[in-house]
């Protein structure tokens, strides 16, 4: 208990630092969120050893029922996560200050940002956790608009963050709200019980109402609108954190309203959940792969991820509706690993195009190319995150997607018809986005780091500072270890699910993975070898051939005199066979525009061609909102005409209305 | 030989494709072409003289290929170069890129006069010079233009067959 409070204090501490010291307060802040996530880690640590959750409440610091601290197994494995994303992130930072994100309004918002996001898994009242729920938007908010002044899309982004993010809270503060009406007290101790008592009805709505909240924040396709924009624009550290750690949130939260507040619920909240997946997984994969942004293409991907999450964890609570205890406990685990795989690969991932950004001041890959040579350490950093993203062994996020596959097969042999239908609309969503994914990250890594460089700003990349190198590399070894052992950490969230699913897991550790009643077994030390070995056998034979002769010349052009780098294969031109495939789902706009010569109509002066293919999502459903707020926005303006009578007498009538209703 | 068409009678000939007999002797070094010669043809600014007979040579009446020669799209593909007409300013640079563009070994046979010495149109304001000014050559071919069979003598030296 005391070291999570000391670790608050020291995050109190480290935003009023970022707040008002000079020019060293970036590596103080950097220091004191050190301290703040070793101290949390260790609180974390102890919760996750013994079991038992760590509940502490006091009266003051929070009006309605005080501050409450509850953090459970659950809560404990989502601050672990929080604390090594948070490590890489400033680690990094410390480096990225020198030329951005150094002020002292990013430095505070900072501070509290990662304070906030270590209090919500540890928060156990409604006030508590809406307050740290805000604090986090609040300083991630700030963290988007850093580039305001300089771009109008940050600028955009800030706002769709902002409002999205506040649409959010509003369903979980009326989900919360609702299930404590009849509540002694607001602690989700006694919401859990008082959830008990309430009608199906009620229940049902609580769910859908956080479900919507918390979906929105882990980008979760429709409600995702907000997050290619906030994710791309926010600086290479912010980003990461956002990426890395916010979303689990979003996951958290699902889980904690769904299993541990409610305690399961019937089997159709379930398939909601599956379906907001499969969803989520299909179209995030799809935008990844034919983007040609590089940080929106990450944050697609993040959908993606989060849409895989959702479906295991929604398998949870399908197996947990019908009385599959081991095969709940399997599908949670899967769950809690893919997003514990996620948020070491995704941090990776958005570190290193923090410095592709630093490093050419361009996330175009079609500007980009040649960075395996001018940034070796960086692109390699790239490489192994996309390997992890694409869950190609020897690397984390094979394991995840694994377990995954493995409790989609075990389900499909042990439940009614529905769930098999949702088992098998999952198991067709994971193949197809694994490949769309393994599009989306060899055009990433193939157009961005390999050739020429297709820009001046791309030729003139060097490598980034060394705390920028150190970062990215703390979360590639990490990804590597967890690939090869995930016995590092699956007991981990095993404890951490136990708490949340009774039932044991069917898993069994130590170096394999083998599941006891069910078959399905691995080693992944034993394929990290064979993998070794083959690749050493290929290097012999590569080798081990008579050298030819050769001679470097200039790649052939017919000819032609002026060959430039901007001719080598394209983003957009790798992304154009699958976009013609999905042209009815994606619904590009294309615009040509033939300039003729003024002699003769037969001769063309000039022909411009641009394409783009916004969020089809966004175009469908979020423009004409957006049209209707701002119609309702310009009529209301004809109520405040600037009379003071007319005030008044809106004060007047409210008052009466109000005493009448009460009356 | 006639046959019926389309209600009345067209000559149909017999093949016509020329005997050559023998092939001189073969150019130092070619074995390791291994009778088979790819050939990359360029235009260094000829007057298109020599192109319509090398178009000749490798057409069914001299047929170069039965000797083992072929015409490539791309010097990458290319064991022989092929060049005809004089070496012009604006040819100079693409002639010196097709070359350093192929891989070894490689030949370069000059056809035609133009190539050999710029024949008629040396001094000429846009000409530079002779293939051999530009390049190494291995083989010449005179006339203007040379004779279909006296180029498919000259491939035959190098593909030795």
Not at chain 1, 155 to 161: D, E, G, I, T
Not at chain 1, 400 to 419: I, R
Request: proline fraction near 6%; glycine fraction near 10%.
């Amino acid at each position: 208990m005391s070291w999570l409070v000391a670790s608050l204090v020291v995050g109190v501490v480290a935003v009023l630092a970022g707040a008002t010291l000079g020019r060293a307060r970036v590596p103080a802040v950097v220091a004191l969120l050190w301290v703040e996530a070793a101290l949390a880690a260790g609180a974390a640590g102890r919760v996750l050893a013994s079991g038992h959750p760590l509940v502490g409440a006091t009266t003051a610091l929070i009006p309605f029922g005080g501050a409450v601290i509850d953090l459970t197994a659950l809560g404990a494995l989502v601050v672990l996560v929080t604390v090594v994303v948070t490590l890489a992130a400033t680690l990094y930072w410390l480096g990225y200050a020198h030329h951005s994100m150094s002020s002292r309004s990013a430095t505070s918002a900072t501070a509290l940002f990662v304070g906030a996001m270590l209090a919500v898994p540890a928060a156990g009242s409604t006030a508590t956790f809406l307050l740290a729920w805000e604090l986090m938007a609040l300083g991630s908010l700030v963290l988007v608009a850093h580039d305001h002044a300089r771009s109008p899309s940050a600028r955009a982004a800030a706002l769709w963050y902002a409002a999205s993010t506040q649409g959010g809270a509003a369903a979980i503060l009326l989900a919360l709200v609702l299930l404590g009406a009849h509540a002694p007290s607001s602690t989700f101790a006694a919401l859990s019980v008082a959830a008990t008592h309430l009608s199906g009805a009620t229940r049902a709505l609580v769910f859908l109402l956080a479900l919507a909240g918390f979906a929105s924040k882990a980008g979760a396709v429709p409600l995702h609108v907000w997050l290619p924009r906030a994710h791309a624009e926010a600086p290479g550290p912010a980003s990461a954190l956002m990426s890395g750690a916010m979303v689990n949130l979003g996951i958290y939260g699902v889980a904690l309203v769904g299993l541990r507040l409610l305690g399961g619920g019937p089997a159709w909240w379930w398939l909601v959940v599956v379906a907001l997946g499969v969803v989520s997984a299909l179209y995030g994969a799809l935008y990844a792969a034919t983007t040609t942004d590089l940080k929106r293409l990450l944050a697609y991907s993040t959908s993606d991820n989060m849409g895989l999450v959702l479906i295991a964890l929604g398998l949870a609570g399908l197996a947990h509706a019908h009385h599959h205890p081991a095969l709940a406990a399997l599908a949670l685990v899967s769950a809690l690993t893919l997003l514990v795989n996620h948020a070491l690969f995704k941090g990776l991932l958005f570190l290193t195009a923090g410095s592709v950004v630093d490093a050419t001041g361009t996330r175009d890959l079609d500007r980009l190319g040649g960075l395996a040579r001018a940034t070796p350490v960086t692109a390699a950093l790239f490489l192994v995150g996309a390997g992890a993203v694409m869950a190609l062994p020897p690397l984390n996020g094979f394991i995840g997607e694994w377990l995954l596959f493995q409790s989609l097969a075990h389900a499909a042999s042990a439940a009614p018809a529905l769930v098999v239908a949702a088992v098998v609309a999952g198991v067709a969503a994971l193949a197809l986005t694994g490949g769309l994914s393994v599009v989306a990250f060899v055009k990433a890594a193939g157009i961005g780091l390999l050739g020429r460089a297709r820009s001046p700003e791309a030729g003139a990349a060097r490598e980034v500072s060394r705390p920028m190198r150190l970062g990215p590399g703390l979360l590639a070894a990490l990804c590597v270890v967890v690939g090869v052992v995930p016995g590092v950490v699956l007991p981990t969230i095993e404890r951490a699910g136990a708490g949340v699913v009774p039932g044991a897991t069917p898993l069994r550790g130590g170096v394999g993975l083998t599941l006891a009643h069910l078959n399905g077994a691995i080693d992944p030390v034993l394929i990290a070898s064979a993998l070794a070995v083959a690749l050493a056998i290929a290097v012999a034979l590569v080798r081990g051939r008579a050298p030819r002769a050769s001679r470097a010349a200039e790649p052939w052009g017919s000819g032609r005199l002026i060959q430039t780098p901007r001719m080598q294969y394209s983003a957009t031109a790798f992304a154009e066979p699958l976009g013609r495939v999905f042209d009815d789902v994606l619904r590009p706009e294309s615009d040509l525009e033939v300039t003729p010569a003024r002699e003769s109509r037969y001769y063309v002066e000039r022909v411009r061609y641009a394409t783009r293919a916004d969020d089809v999502v966004e175009r469908v459903a979020y423009r004409p909102l957006r049209a209707a707020l701002t119609w309702w926005g310009e009529r209301a303006r004809a109520l405040a005409n600037g009379s003071v009578h007319r005030y008044l007498a809106y004060g007047l009538v409210t008052l009466v209305v109000v005493l009448v209703v009460l009356a | 030989m006639t046959r019926r068409y389309l209600g009345g009678t067209l000559p149909v000939p017999h093949r016509v494709t020329e005997d050559l007999g023998p092939a001189d002797a073969p150019l130092e070094g070619v074995r390791d072409l291994r009778h088979s010669v790819q050939i990359r043809h360029v235009d260094a600014g000829s007057c298109n003289g020599c192109e319509i007979e090398l178009a000749n040579a490798f057409a069914p009446v001299y047929d170069a290929e039965r000797y083992g020669v072929r015409l490539v799209a791309s010097p990458r593909h290319a064991d022989a170069l092929v060049v005809s007409g004089p070496v012009t300013h604006n040819m100079a640079g693409p002639l010196a890129r097709t070359y350093e563009a192929m891989p070894e070994p490689r030949r370069v046979v000059a056809l035609g006069d133009c190539a050999r010495d710029c024949g008629v149109f040396a001094g000429g304001y846009g000409v530079a010079g002779s293939v051999s000014d530009a390049l190494p050559v291995d083989l010449v071919v005179p006339g203007c233009p040379p004779h279909p069979r006296d180029i498919v003598a000259a491939l035959r030296r190098l593909s030795d067959r």
